[in-house]
């Protein structure tokens, strides 16, 4: 399977920045938990992006053609996992998005992002046009995405059900949608609104109201968003030091750990850190767009935009929400919050990276 | 294979404008990065010292609880309120000291205090004291410049507009604990929060809370407010409509003072409670901000159990009320009929064991009607020995005893009714005869509470259906409208024939209203009062020992089971007056106070006497009736 020409192409710089974010992830952890009850969590990260790292490597090892073959069957299981959320939920009324396999914890959502990615990568590449799909060829795509993304806000976690479909309508408009098409889908979505709307209860029109503008609940989300920007803001330039921060040490922020992360490294290490973290996403996320374009066949372009375009949503709506100019959304910064699901199925994703750039010369 | 890089030409053109699209993305968040850090970046770091920007809770007020006319029996009051913020004290023993001056609360309280609400959110204040009076509040106001950390707050509190009143139906408020806090029907409620604990406080919870308001504010370095930023005002809780009539409740208070035991009224015609007194009773105002340790002591530790709510917690021996049901599974087993005659010579002998009457000489020869009225023993001992225990049982289960009749109060007991099934599982013993015997007569095993017997003859005095006894009438929005009715809930029919029904019905009329009979006490004049009495023994003693010997605690609980009037049954009503002794002589005079007072209230409304008996025109009066 594994030859050595495939060993001298190996892309050495893409997994070398996934190492040195998930190193500054780690390190600003240690921060955000230190001196809490959750104090080590950071050794469990360690443990998470090891085994993300094996996961990584183990998807290397096969032609990435080979998981086109198992694109439909792997998205069939991630629906039967998302389908055992809710029988879980129903027994376990403390959880709603986690099934427990053994002694591990584990969020189907994050494997539906993967699964929905080849699975329209995979319909996508059978049917290649050239002048772009209408909307008839769309529909079977547009099942793909709305069955696991209805499910997952049903669960309810609407962040990840997000970047579902954020990811979803990235590739089709990677792979070219026509204009007309593209139109009418827009029209056919905002005029269907006001009907979804009638439907809805009072209390569901206002979470989704204050999920748009925070600040219609200054004692909830508004809060947050005020006191993330604070925490950023204090930091200014150079920020206040290696455990300095103030602000989210005192569960000002919540999820510190995990959606706020950028807070906690932002208050610490001030526009500098901010700004370096930053360019390192961008490092990667053009690396990565460049792996698609460069890659050797049409599967494989669409499956390494499909991770980018993750990658990418990721970080532009976790940051954003926390600089406040997004609603405020549970969404994980890749490689940074904690997390391990968020961390494996972002690894996996750099698995496949990995394996359509060692392959494009091969044939 | 497909060959090659087919098919991607199309997608490479497009790349640069990904490409741009993303830059553009990560230019926005890098520039909002520069305006929070460099040019906000004084403004909120001076923010972030000491947490300036807090959120300070207003508390909603509590909904009202009214009765079914309106009147509102509890409702709130403004209460002065001492809290502290730990992370904002400066001296904490200058502090503690202060307040010990003042207040007279220890450091070591304020201690305990504070380490009760260790996990709540940061700089949210912790209640030191409740209600101080004006004089303290104007010493705290004044020293507060001196004592970061310190807040005087004015926040909602329960007032008891007729102190004890129905404390056990309405309940009270305690602070949330851990415990609670972690399951999910406190989801979004914090430590410290005050939650009705018992009665339709706790099962009401949800509708009565209302929502917290809050104000996002500015403070100094000292905690103290400067601004407020955002303010969201709380939303009161919804009302509740009782089914409870204020002024039946108050008599039937008064009719208990000095006594314990129990009044339960319903409206035997759809299952709603009138008026629920358990006596002795508690004080529902020294929870209203959290219970002090010594108080919570006293009232556990009364050998009369205020806290108990007798009319649904307490079990007791039916007595002779039970005789009604035994009557009830003869007729319709055909074990006995309405003309049959039995001898009761005062004793009944069943192997070498005898059964004694309650009347000394015996009733002589004596049909079933006369048996109910008269409440002989000796009759009832053979109609439960033909019957058997676990047809007997059966029936009793029918009428709905033996297990909790689903008013929505906590800790409802069950009762217990026996059968040689039980008594094998339990005991691992034989059902014996004898046992059968005192069963048949309400004693034994068989347990029951007062509501479980009100419920059972409610189903008697009406069509044979048993409600669910319902407490709440509606509940209303702070505005008035109407958010939630009740309707009532039927949970079964009672086993019996109509014409079983209307002989039952002519012996309890007997039992008050004919010269030998046993209720005659509870007799009002032109109204068909119907009853049964009954007496539980509290242990069994020998016959010749007068009731002034016995000690109190020993003495038998009195019962007295009515309704009237029997054409068109408005009232039902059960008396429990434990050590009472006779239930003629201690509780059917209650019982007869309680129907007459309610009597006086609807003629007074003009709604009594009825004009016609019972059928379709009697419901119209009704829901007339329940919609004030």
Same mark, same amino acid.
């Given at each position: ?19 040195i974010?998930s190193?500054i992830g ?13 104090s ?8 998470w ?11 290397t ?8 073959d ?5 998205y ?25 396999i ?16 080849l699975?329209?990568?995979?319909y ?13 060829e ?16 049903k669960?309810?976690d ?13 590739i ?6 026509k ?21 809805l209860?009072p ?21 947050h ?45 001030g526009?500098?850190?901010?700004l ?36 990418f ?16 959304v549970g969404?994980p ?13 972002m ?17 | ?11 490479q ?31 909120l770091?001076?923010l972030?010292k ?33 809290l ?13 000291g ?13 201690g305990?205090?504070?380490?009760a ?26 020293h ?16 008891y ?5 129905a ?29 009705g604990?018992?009665g ?28 407020v ?9 919804n ?9 039946l ?8 003072e000095?006594?314990?035991g129990?009044?339960?009224? !319903?409206n ?59 009557a009830?599974?003869g ?12 001898f ?98 309400g ?13 059972a ?12 006894p319902q ?10 409208k109407v ?5 009532p ?30 209720g ?13 009495t ?7 003693l020998r ?22 009037? !029997? ?18 002589s ?9 129907m ?24 119209s ?8």
């Open positions: 399977m594994i030859d050595r020409r495939l060993l001298t192409h190996f892309d050495w710089p893409l997994l070398i920045f996934v190492l974010i190193f780690v390190f600003n952890l240690y921060s955000a938990t230190f001196g809490e009850v959750e080590h969590l950071y050794a469990k990260q360690i443990l992006i090891g085994i993300g790292l094996a996961s990584t490597l183990l998807i090892v096969f032609d990435y053609r080979f998981y086109r198992f694109a439909y069957l792997f069939g299981i991630s629906l039967i996992s998302l389908v055992a959320v809710f029988i879980y939920s129903a027994m376990h009324p403390e959880v709603s998005r986690w099934i427990k053994g002694p591990l914890f584990f969020q189907p959502a994050e494997l539906a992002k993967i699964a929905i990615i699975a329209l990568a995979k996508f590449d059978h049917f290649p046009k050239k002048d772009g799909y209408g909307l008839r769309l529909i079977f795509p547009f099942i793909i995405l709305s069955v696991p993304s209805l499910m997952v806000a669960q309810p609407l962040g990840t059900a997000i970047s579902l479909l954020l990811i979803g309508f990235s089709i408009l990677f792979v070219k949608i204009w007309k098409s593209l139109v009418i889908m827009i029209i056919g979505g905002i005029s269907i609104l006001p009907f979804i709307w009638n439907f209860m209390y569901q029109k206002k979470r989704i109201l204050t999920f748009f503008r925070p600040e219609l609940d200054p004692l909830g989300a508004g809060y968003i005020i006191q993330s920007k604070i925490a950023i803001g204090s930091g200014g330039g150079l920020g206040k030091g290696f455990l300095k921060g103030t602000q989210c040490k005192l569960h000002f922020i919540p999820a510190q750990h995990t959606d706020f992360v950028f807070s906690v490294w932002a208050e610490e290490w526009l500098a850190g901010g370096i973290l930053l360019a390192l996403y961008l490092l990667l996320i053009a690396w990565g767009a460049n792996i698609s374009i460069r890659s050797k066949d049409r599967f494989g372009a669409i499956v390494a935009f499909g991770v980018v375009s993750m990658i949503w990721h970080v532009i709506i976790n940051i954003g929400m926390a600089l406040g100019m997004m609603p405020v969404m910064l890749p490689f940074m919050s904690y997390g391990g699901s968020a961390i494996l199925s690894m996996v994703g750099v698995g496949l990276l990995l394996n359509i750039s060692m392959r494009r010369y091969i044939f | 294979m497909r060959l090659g890089s087919q098919g991607i030409e199309d997608l053109r497009r790349y640069k404008l990904f490409l741009i699209a993303g830059l553009i993305g990560f230019l926005a968040l890098g520039l909002r990065m520069w305006h929070l850090q460099i040019i906000k970046g004084e403004e770091s001076r972030s000491h947490n300036r920007i807090r959120i300070r809770e207003i508390p909603a007020s509590r909904g009202m609880i009214l009765d079914r006319k309106g009147r509102i029996l509890i409702d709130n009051r403004p209460s002065f309120e001492v502290l913020v730990p992370e904002d004290i400066v001296d904490m023993e200058k502090t503690t202060f307040l010990h001056r003042i207040l007279r609360v220890t450091p070591e309280e304020v305990k205090r504070l380490e609400n260790n996990h709540r959110p940061p700089f949210k204040p912790i209640r030191i004291q409740s209600d101080i009076s004006r004089l303290h509040l104007a010493l705290l106001k004044t507060q410049l001196d004592l970061p950390g310190l807040i005087v707050d004015v926040r909602p509190r329960r007032a507009n007729y102190g004890s009143m404390s056990h139906l309405v309940g009270y408020l305690g602070e949330i604990d851990g415990r609670e806090l972690k399951r999910d029907r406190f989801k979004g409620y914090q430590m410290g929060d005050i939650i604990k018992y339709v406080e706790q099962q009401w919870e949800p509708f009565l809370k209302g929502m917290d308001g809050g104000r996002q504010v500015e403070v100094d370095a000292y905690g103290r407010e400067i601004k930023l955002q303010r969201v005002e709380s939303h009161p809780g009302n509740l409509l009782l089914t409870i009539d204020l002024d409740q108050m008599t039937a208070e008064a009719l208990l000095g006594k314990e129990a009044i339960v009224a !319903m035997p015609q759809n299952g709603q409670i009138l008026a629920m007194v358990s006596h002795p009773s508690y004080d529902p105002s020294l929870f209203a901000g959290g219970i002090n340790h010594d108080d919570w002591e006293t009232l556990i530790q009364n050998p009369f159990h205020p806290l108990q709510n007798r009319g649904i917690q307490g079990q007791y021996a039916p007595g002779s009320v039970f005789k009604m049901i035994t009830i599974a007729l319709e087993e055909g074990v006995i009929s309405p003309q049959e005659i039995l009761c010579g005062g004793s009944y002998q069943l192997g070498n064991r005898t059964y004694r009457c309650w009347r000394k000489g015996g009733h002589g020869k004596v049909d079933l009607h006369r048996a109910i009225v008269e409440s002989c023993d000796v009759f009832f001992y053979q109609v439960g020995q033909r019957l058997g225990i676990d047809t007997l049982a059966k029936y009793a289960k029918g009428f709905g005893l033996g297990k909790p009749t689903g008013i929505s109060l906590n800790d409802e007991k069950p009762g217990l009714i026996p059968s040689s099934e039980w008594k094998k599982k339990v005991y691992d013993e034989a059902w014996y005869q004898g046992e059968t015997l005192s069963c048949a007569i004693q034994g095993y068989i347990l029951v509470t007062p509501l479980q017997l009100l419920n003859i409610s189903a008697i005095a009406t069509e044979g259906i048993l409600y669910r407490l709440v009438e509606r509940i209303e929005r702070a505005n008035g958010l939630k009715s009740y309707e809930i039927s949970i079964g029919k009672i086993p019996i024939s109509p014409e079983n029904l209307m002989f039952i019905r002519e012996a309890l009329l007997g039992v008050v209203n004919e010269d030998r009979g046993t005659r006490v509870a007799r009002i004049k032109d109204v068909t009062v119907s009853g049964k009954g007496t539980a023994q509290v242990i069994s016959e010749d020992v007068a009731e002034e010997d016995i000690p109190y605690e020993y003495r038998d609980h009195a019962w007295f089971v009515a309704y009237a009037p !029997m054409e068109n049954p408005i009232i039902s009503v059960a008396v429990l007056v434990e050590h009472g002794g006779h239930g003629a201690a509780s059917a005079p209650i019982a007869r106070k309680v007459q007072k309610y009597l006086d209230i609807l003629k007074e409304e003009g709604k009594f006497p009825p004009l016609v008996a019972r059928g379709r025109e009697m419901d009066l009704n829901s007339r009736d329940f919609t004030r």
